[in-house]
């Protein structure tokens, strides 16, 4: 049925001649203004040949087009989950191409991408044994995406549309920087990693805290305008609307003054972020894991502390603080670590939250690092490789994971490996 009404269209819409005496017209080949007196109601007929169009390519197009109407219609009756999980296993189609690209070039192409809601969104609630509160907060799911990705704040609402419990911006640093010469990213595809030497590239804070400020802005008036009253249950989401924003700081590669980077970043970003990271991690910027040592730690954290708690806070007080560490440290350094954050109470690390972050491809990775003590985990690499239909599926499997062992949240697993 559909077929023949769209034959039928194409034929009418294609005649645009019109006969007139066994003549051919094109109306559109004359214009005819009232003021001409010797306008007649049709021109003199001028013979035009008639184009051919085969029955096998009338038949074709108009099949063509029914199977798209009919495809459109058919999509129309379809319930919104479903839909939703077409659209992100549509993207493994896509994803591949990227392949093909310049590792830095298609990370840029996919922000822009992010950036400009080509993207699917998630429609579908997450799986409720995922959702967790953490720092006040409630987070639908503990899977996120790192620092590094969205290093300037341009994709934060489409990011978060993916379907991520939360997304960390960053690193940002005090003063824009061009970062280490390129080549600098590399792929590994074999072993699905990625060789990142970046160095800190950064628009600098004054840009991301417009673009902060602009988005904050419309996530929480579209937010206010369609929220219902929830009584006294516990805040979905963070401080503009669905979903965890955290802002990773870093110091210039240049400033000898390493706190007062931070703290910088700390008065110019912190009114946006639902949590503040101090990224002391990175080995691409000279002297800056030397701060992970016990003394320097603590006198950087004292300032970056002090300068938040003297800013003006509501009734939901300041951001949480958290320390990012690198992977490769001694036993000595990580026992300094844990003492100087219990001490000076750090909101991240140590008896307290920790996120747990790189070499998640799986829903049973990120089970492991839960059972491992990691409250919330983030992933980068496996995301570059997977694109978005690697988010719902891991968040599936990290379910699967929960209820196959018995457990009724994800609470329970927290550290259950070390009990």
Known sequence: ????????????SLRTRIKFDGNIYNPRQYLCTASSAAAQPFPTPIPKKVPHFSKKGRLFTGATIGLLIGGFAYASTVDEATFCGWLFSATKVVNPFFAFMDPEFAHRLAVSAAARGWIPIEKRPDP????LEVWGRRFSNPIGLSAGFDKNAEAVEGLLGLGFGFVEVGSVTPVPQEGNP???IFRLPKEGAIINRCGFNSEGIVAVAKRLGAQHGKRK?????????VGDEAVHGGKAGPGILGVNL????????????YVQGVHTLSQYADYLVINISSPNTPGLRQLQGRKQLKDLVKKVQGARDEMQWGEEGPPPLLVKIAPDLSKQDLEDIARVSLALRVDGL????LIGCGGICSGEDAYKKIRAGATLVQLYTAFAYGGPALIPKIKAELAQCLERDGYKSIYEAVGADYR
Request: hydrophobic share 35%.
């Open 1 to 12: 049925m559909a077929i023949r009404v769209a034959l039928k269209f194409m034929r009418d």
């Open 128 to 131: 409720s044994i995922l959702e």
């Open 182 to 184: 390129k080549p600098r």
């Open 221 to 229: 008036l579209e937010t206010s305008s369609t929220a219902s009253p």
């Open 250 to 261: 870093g110091k210039n590669k240049t400033s000898e003054d390493a706190a007062s980077d």
């Open 350 to 353: 140590g008896k307290i939250p």
